[in-house]
């Protein structure tokens, strides 16, 4: 069966400093996999998609970027953190955009 | 563009009621449609997804409908439990995105 994994649960992290949030996918092969952020009694603003190694798309101008690494692996990165990057950061993946899994999600902090 | 909406945004009941819980969304011209249920600081589980030729799934208590035609599904949640509640979103494939609703936070009160 397939599973993901995302790390860490929580993060605090100062304003300035880095950003590395990983997901991965068990149990398939070429999934395409997501970034969302979940902003507190909002819905899930997509960030970034990717279909394949290296194929990374992204929805909204912003100061983070993502990776991929490896077909299963997917990385959240920033250089240097906003205080407007605190939210809720779930990872997921989906066979070819039909039925969509998701992490367990990171809180992030930004102090 | 899509875009989908919940009502309510939030429902509190008794144990033991059955509920409704609506979703609709603009462009009728979709591939399926997913509930999720989401634990507060938790991710999304998905709990039924329909796809764009059915009418309705059912899961255990939960029976989902889908009518693509008026742009609406309903979940359905039959002698509901303390704990059901949680916040209970729709979802549906756009582009290479799912466009959400805002969620209906449901609290079942025993």
């Known amino acids: 069966s397939q599973t993901i994994h995302q790390w860490p649960a929580t993060l605090v992290q100062p304003v300035g400093s880095p950003l590395s949030l990983e997901c991965t996918v068990e149990g398939t092969s070429n999934p395409n996999l997501y970034w969302y952020r979940q902003a507190a009694?909002?819905?899930?603003?997509?960030?970034?998609?990717?279909?394949?190694?290296?194929q990374i798309s992204s929805e909204v101008p912003q100061n983070l970027s993502?990776?991929?690494?490896?077909?299963?692996?997917?990385?959240?990165?920033?250089?240097?953190?906003?205080?407007?990057d605190s939210g809720f950061y779930l990872c997921a993946w989906s066979p070819e955009n039909t039925e969509a899994f998701f992490g367990q999600g990171t809180r992030l902090t930004v102090v | 563009?899509?875009?989908?909406?919940?009502?309510?945004?939030?429902?509190?009941?008794?144990?033991?009621?059955?509920?409704?819980?609506?979703?609709?969304?603009?462009?009728?011209?979709?591939?399926?449609?997913?509930?999720?249920?989401?634990?507060?600081?938790?991710g999304l589980t998905s709990l039924l997804l329909i796809q764009s030729s059915q009418r309705e799934q059912t899961s255990g208590r939960l029976?989902?409908?889908?009518?693509?035609?008026?742009?609406?599904?309903?979940?359905?949640?039959?002698?509901?439990?303390?704990?059901?509640?949680?916040?209970?979103?729709?979802?549906?494939?756009?582009?290479?995105?799912?466009?959400?609703?805002?969620?209906?936070?449901?609290?079942?009160?025993?």
């Open chain 1, 41 to 54: 009694g909002r819905g899930l603003q997509l960030l970034f998609y990717s279909v394949g190694i290296g």
């Open chain 2, 63 to 110: 029976n989902a409908s889908l009518d693509k035609s008026s742009g609406r599904s309903t979940l359905y949640i039959a002698a509901s439990q303390p704990g059901d509640s949680a916040t209970y979103l729709c979802a549906v494939p756009w582009n290479n995105d799912m466009r959400f609703g805002a969620g209906t936070r449901l609290t079942v009160k025993p």
């Open chain 2, 1 to 42: 563009k899509q875009e989908v909406t919940q009502i309510p945004a939030a429902l509190s009941v008794p144990e033991g009621e059955n509920l409704v819980l609506n979703c609709s969304f603009t462009d009728s011209a979709i591939y399926n449609l997913q509930w999720f249920r989401q634990d507060p600081g938790k």
């Open chain 1, 66 to 84: 993502a990776s991929r690494p490896q077909d299963r692996q997917f990385i959240l990165s920033s250089k240097k953190l906003l205080l407007s």
